[in-house]
Nanobody, 125 residues
Framework: QLQASGGGLVQAGDSLTLSCAVS????????IGWFRQAPGKEREGIACIGNPRTWYADSVKGRFAISRDDAKNMVYLQMNSLNPDDTAVYYC??????????????????????WGQGTQVTVSS
């Protein structure tokens, strides 16, 4: 079970941190990915953290940072320099593989049917 939270309405240039609470799994053995879906667009994988590898999509590289707190079973996504293109519903989940990378995240974004509620991030210009 993974639950994303922390979304909200912010202005362009602002920062926001999303949280993902992980339960029911051996946390240190799994990778966790952040995905997002903007209105009218396909879901995309944007960041992933394994142990110890991390991966970022080009669209967020240098602005977003993913981290994990194994003691708390939490994964975070620090988002800086937000712009209106970052407006989307953000989800966290374990990808298809623990090997974080574009292939895994792309396949994962397309594979799963159920994504839960996610957390809405809206960036105004």
């Amino acid at each position: 079970q993974l639950q994303a939270s922390g979304g909200g309405l912010v202005q362009a240039g602002d920062s926001l941190t999303l949280s993902c609470a992980v339960s029911g799994a051996t946390f240190d053995n799994v990778a966790i990915g952040w995905f997002r879906q903007a209105p009218g667009k396909e879901r995309e994988g944007i960041a992933c953290i394994g142990n110890p590898r991390t991966w970022y999509a080009d669209s967020v590289k240098g602005r977003f940072a993913i981290s994990r707190d194994d003691a708390k079973n939490m994964v975070y996504l620090q988002m800086n320099s937000l712009n209106p293109d970052d407006t989307a519903v953000y989800y966290c989940r374990s990808p298809l593989s623990t090997r974080c990378g574009p292939a895994t995240m792309g396949a994962s974004a397309r594979h799963f049917d159920s994504w839960g509620q996610g957390t809405q991030v809206t960036v105004s210009s």
